[in-house]
């Protein structure tokens, strides 16, 4: 996905476009905005608690498996 995206940017002309390495990086550190700003602050009202907490769960596995945490202390 990140690569196909890559590729579309400099298909469009985009000089510079950051390469794989770098995209994956930048993509593994947003999930700290999914965890933190995503689904902490969803509210129950709109989807339901188990919706919730199961959002809740899932973004925190994406965020603990992709290092997300790390990633974001690397650039504080």
């Known amino acids: 996905m990140l690569a196909f995206y890559r590729d579309r940017l400099c298909s469009h002309g985009v000089q510079g476009a950051p390469d794989i390495e ?43 498996d992709l290092e997300a945490r790390r990633l974001i202390k690397e650039i504080m």
């Open 22 to 64: 770098v995209l994956w990086t930048e993509y593994r550190r947003t999930a700290h905005h999914s965890f933190y700003l995503g689904w902490l602050t969803a509210p129950r009202e709109n989807y339901g608690l188990e919706v919730c907490v199961l959002g809740n769960h899932r973004t925190k596995a994406a965020y603990q």
